[in-house]
């Protein structure tokens, strides 16, 4: 997979609603009513991450959950990050 421009991260980061794109990868967090809802949320992470084969970086705390997409193999940001990152926003279920 290839790696993106800056240009073309910030163009399409401006359809994915509550990302960020900085340190080479593209960020997001989520504040969940309990630790098991954010752990529910992060299975149902988990089971799409297996699926495409790429997996985040996240950081649980209680109810938080931190996450950055980058694709190691390509030195950064891909399409393949945009892909999961916008299958999170379904689990999660982002409201505009």
Same mark, same amino acid.
């Given at each position: ?8 991260? %910030? ?11 900085? %340190? ?9 009513? !309990? ?7 992060? !299975? ?8 495409? !084969? ?22 950064? /940001? ?13 689990? /999660? %279920? /982002? %409201?505009?």
């Amino acid at each position: 997979m290839k790696k993106l421009t800056d240009l073309e991260i %910030e163009k399409k980061i401006e359809s994915l609603q509550d990302w960020d794109y900085y %340190e080479n990868g593209l960020h997001t967090d989520f504040e969940f009513d !309990n630790f098991k809802d954010c752990m529910s949320a992060m !299975n149902r992470i988990a089971f799409e991450c297996e699926a495409l !084969n790429h997996h985040p970086e996240w950081k649980n705390t209680y109810n938080k959950l931190d996450i950055k997409l980058t694709t190691h193999d390509a030195g950064g /940001v891909t399409l393949l990050d945009f892909k999961l990152a916008t299958i999170i926003n379904q689990i /999660v %279920e /982002v %409201e505009e």
